[in-house]
């Protein structure tokens, strides 16, 4: 099945993304995330406000924004995060992900119903289920 294909274009996000999501209050410091990150193997945390999804720190945003710009090991969340958070609807096509993916320059997009973190969309998993068919 070629990637031009409709019915792979229709495929929604929350058959292929992966539910194992970190979320971390936006308090919690950048070296307690990047634990939690390299003890979970993820390549992204979440980071909530009262409990609602606010941004997201990558493996690259701990290494650029603490090594490049000094910042302390004990710099909250909150201050390295790329925000406003680029997310996508677990209903929403693959064809929608990838477009927002390419135009926003993101190679990790949280999936979030109704304000809450459902999932997890990485570039990695696009490629694997294009692969796959």
């Known amino acids: 099945m070629r990637s031009s294909d409709p019915i792979q274009q229709k495929t929604p996000v929350g058959e292929i993304?992966?539910?194992?999501?970190?979320?971390?209050?936006?308090?919690?410091?950048?070296?307690?995330?990047a634990r939690m990150m390299e003890d979970t193997g993820a390549g992204a945390v979440v980071v909530l406000e009262n409990n609602l999804p606010v941004g997201i720190v990558t493996d690259r945003d701990l290494a650029i924004k603490i090594t490049a710009h000094s910042f302390p090991v004990d710099t909250p969340v909150r201050r390295i995060m790329s925000s406003p958070l680029i997310s996508i609807d677990p209903a929403?096509?693959?064809?929608?992900?990838?477009?927002?993916?390419s135009t926003r320059n993101v190679r990790k997009l949280p999936v979030i119903d109704d304000d809450k973190v459902v999932g997890m969309l990485t570039t990695s998993d696009l490629v694997k289920h294009i692969a796959d068919h």
Do not use: G, K, Q, Y
Not at 17 to 33: E, G, Q, Y
Not at 92 to 101: C, E, F, K, R
């Open 17 to 33: 993304m992966s539910n194992s999501v970190i979320s971390v209050d936006s308090s919690v410091t950048a070296a307690d995330a």
């Open 92 to 101: 929403s096509n693959l064809w929608v992900a990838s477009d927002l993916m």
